[in-house]
């Protein structure tokens, strides 16, 4: 995540633009004039579609965005340029011609499901001066980008003479371009470094079934040649992403409860962009989209994603894994942010935990039980050294991080350099921050920031200092 933080890539989209309009109501009878549902409207809203949903998914996951399309010049149009206007875009181009309808997709939602779906829209393609001029456009701002994307919905906008030219402008600049198809017929995306058909989209262009590794592979390995790309993908729902580089892998997804696979597509296409544009490779890159992918279908509509909610996804998914838990500060600092805006309680600790022993454990488990997330500060090797003497640690950082996170009671473990950790209790402003019961009458660091101190008691007997002595004994012995 934080390499896409870093980068922060621009990424163009082209193609076709919608609205996702809906109505949301309940249904409590049947019609007695026909067998349909009525449902009584108690809201309405719209959203970007189509290609404007890949643009909003690109937006919420940190990306600079433009857009490139055609729209009509109607009262939907109107709304479009509302809603486009909403995002901080740059280097974009709308291009209005008056014979076509704007797209619009009406949808009517009850009960978390859609009752009747809509349009309102021109499937024409547009003309051959809008062909030019839009790719003029693109040709002038072209060196602003990253990365370019192709949204195809069979709309009009991305004919083949287009589709064809904006690849070979883009080849020529070593921009890489990325394309979800529409249709049968995928020669007007060759060249193109890769496509995101779903495993129905790619059966009908390549004439194979898809129903095991043999006959994905060869699906995959068809697109790939046949269209000169330098990737093929297909996308396979629940199973993930196969993906053909040097060999087929297929990325496995986490299963999680769908309620809409309204614009999945859209994220997958988005995530796969960013994170290319990231420096990630082409693995990583189908990992990370399949986790955007299953945050947004347990949402309903076209939804959008962010990396925090990625993060908190791969956190749910990791939670056993301890090298997943342990943080740097930048990192801490935001997943604070995530935690008190979600309205969860923060327990927040700190400590050597040199030799692990069940007097840590129980103190940790006791912590955790105060409250939602508990956040561990953990001494780097140097700072022991500087409080309890150059023989100390035993266990060296790595090791003890690992050891404490592997701890289902420990959420995240963040070492920390200095002789105490308050610049990290700054940063995480825990509600409750626990120290053992020695510190009774003492102060303890942080308490100014921290809305309660808590004070646990150590299990009798159970010491890493005891436990160096009892092995001291024994070795001389």
Same mark, same amino acid.
């Given at each position: 995540m934080d390499r896409i933080r870093k980068k922060r890539p621009h990424i163009a989209v082209i193609g076709d633009l919608m609205i996702d309009h809906y109505f949301w109501g309940s249904c409590e009878r049947i019609s007695p004039e026909a067998p349909v549902p009525i449902v009584n409207i108690s809201k309405e809203s719209s959203v970007l579609g189509g290609a404007g949903n890949v643009l909003t998914n690109l937006y919420s996951l940190g990306a600079d965005v433009s857009i490139f399309s055609v729209i009509g010049d109607d009262s939907n149009a109107f709304e479009m340029e509302r809603l486009i206007g909403e995002l901080p875009l740059k280097d974009s181009c709308l291009i209005k011609e008056k014979s076509r309808h704007t797209t619009k997709k009406s949808r009517v939602i009850s009960a978390g499901q859609q009752v009747i779906r809509y349009d309102d829209e021109t499937k024409e393609s547009i003309t051959l001066s809008s062909q030019v001029k839009l790719l003029e456009e693109i040709q002038k701002r072209l060196f602003h980008f990253d990365m370019l994307l192709l949204s195809d919905y069979g709309k009009g906008?991305? /004919?083949?003479?287009?589709?064809?030219?904006?690849?070979?402008?883009? @080849?020529?600049?070593? @921009?890489?371009?990325?394309?979800?198809?529409k249709g049968s017929d995928y020669s007007k995306y060759r060249g193109a470094t890769l496509l995101t058909p779903n495993r129905k989209e790619a059966t009908v262009a390549t004439g194979i079934e898809i129903v095991d590794h043999e006959s994905l592979s060869q699906a995959l390995t068809i697109l790939k040649d046949s269209l000169s790309l330098d990737y093929s993908i297909i996308t396979l729902s629940e199973d993930g992403i196969g993906v053909l580089d040097d060999e087929v892998k297929v990325i496995p997804t986490v299963a999680r409860e769908v309620f809409d696979v309204t614009g999945a597509g859209d994220t997958v296409l988005a995530s796969l962009a960013l994170s290319l544009a990231s420096g990630f490779n082409i693995v990583e890159a189908c990992e990370f989209a399949n986790k955007a992918a299953a945050v947004v279908v347990a949402k309903v509509g076209s939804a959008t994603v962010t990396l925090n909610e990625i993060e908190e996804y791969e956190h749910s998914l990791n939670q056993g894994k301890s090298e997943n838990k342990i943080k740097d500060f930048e990192q801490i600092k935001r997943v604070a942010k995530r935690l008190r805006e979600q309205g969860r309680k923060i327990i927040f600790t700190n400590g050597c935990f040199d030799i692990l022993h069940r007097g840590h454990a129980t103190y940790l488990q006791k912590a955790k039980e105060l409250g939602d997330i508990l956040i561990l500060g953990l001494n780097s090797d140097e700072s022991i050294r500087r409080l309890k003497g150059k023989d100390r640690?035993?266990?060296?950082?790595?090791?003890?991080?690992?050891?404490?996170?592997?701890?289902?009671?420990? +959420?995240?473990?963040?070492?920390? &350099? &200095? +002789? /105490?950790?308050?610049?990290?209790?700054?940063?995480?402003?825990?509600?409750?921050?626990?120290?053992?019961?020695?510190?009774?009458? @003492?102060?303890?660091?942080?308490?100014?920031?921290?809305?309660?101190?808590?004070?646990? +008691?150590?299990?009798?007997?159970?010491? /890493? /200092?005891?436990?160096? &002595?009892?092995?001291? @004994?024994? &070795?001389?012995?």
């Open positions: 906008v991305l /004919t083949s003479n287009l589709t064809q030219d904006i690849i070979s402008l883009a @080849k020529g600049m070593n @921009k890489r371009v990325l394309v979800d198809p640690p035993i266990n060296n950082l790595e090791d003890r991080a690992f050891l404490v996170g592997a701890l289902e009671s420990v +959420d995240f473990v963040v070492p920390f &350099e &200095e +002789d /105490t950790p308050y610049e990290l209790i700054k940063l995480v402003q825990p509600h409750i921050l626990v120290k053992g019961a020695d510190y009774r009458g @003492k102060e303890v660091v942080g308490s100014d920031i921290a809305d309660e101190v808590v004070l646990i +008691d150590f299990v009798e007997g159970k010491s /890493t /200092t005891g436990l160096i &002595e009892k092995i001291g @004994k024994r &070795e001389l012995c």
